[in-house]
């Protein structure tokens, strides 16, 4: 990666600031996914989510996840500052 997540995660602060949680949701959302550089990648359905939000204008309800490339796993994520809790 040529951009650190913590330099990603001080921009997204920075519309916060400046546009609070409710404007900035209505046009930004922003997810980290830690560990994915490790399992070689993932795949998302980043178009699908974008799709839909614009056209019928709700988010697409939670979990979103990713396919790990290498093992075919699904990885949760989270919208910042949360996180994913495992169970078990």
């Known amino acids: 990666m ?3 997540p913590w330099q990603i995660a001080e921009h997204y602060k920075g519309y916060l600031a400046k546009y609070g949680r409710d404007r900035l949701d209505s046009f930004c959302r922003f997810f980290a996914m830690p560990g ?20 019928t204008g709700s988010f697409p309800e939670g979990p979103l996840d990713a396919e790990m490339l290498k093992t075919g796993g699904r ?6 500052p949360g996180w ?3 169970r078990s």
């Open 36 to 55: 994915v550089q490790h399992c070689y990648g993932a795949k998302m359905k980043y178009l699908s989510w974008l799709d839909q939000w614009r056209t």
């Open 2 to 4: 040529s951009i650190s």
């Open 84 to 86: 994913i809790h495992y």
């Open 75 to 80: 990885m949760p994520m989270a919208p910042y």
